[in-house]
């Protein structure tokens, strides 16, 4: 491998390092975080049926906001991977 290509490896795998502990530390602290104003003071707390729903506007809204993240992330590595491998097929041929 070239030394601008580990190089490169080497940032990728850091930048996937640095997302992936943004994200965890996003996770952590989703708990708490409440779904909305009109959520947290027009549900009434010891109502089970308002609680749920509650709890559906919260997973919602983390699926509304992870899932354009998720869909880009798996295009940007079939990306990544599809370079990766061509850059491979072409050092093999010039071998």
């Keep these: 491998m070239s030394r601008r290509l580990r190089s490169l490896t080497r940032s990728v795998a850091r930048e996937a390092a640095l997302c992936a502990l943004a994200a965890m530390v996003v996770f ?6 409440v779904a909305c104003p009109t959520c947290k003071d027009g549900v009434a707390e010891n109502d089970p049926d308002a609680q749920r729903l509650a709890a559906g506007f919260y997973y919602s809204i983390l699926f509304m906001l992870t899932m354009p993240l998720a869909i880009l992330g798996t295009f940007g ?14 050092v093999a041929t010039r071998s």
Aim: net charge positive; charged share 30%; with cysteine.
């Design 28 to 33: 952590a602290l989703a708990e708490a975080a």
């Design 77 to 90: 590595t079939a990306c990544y991977r599809a370079v990766r491998k061509a850059r491979a097929e072409q």
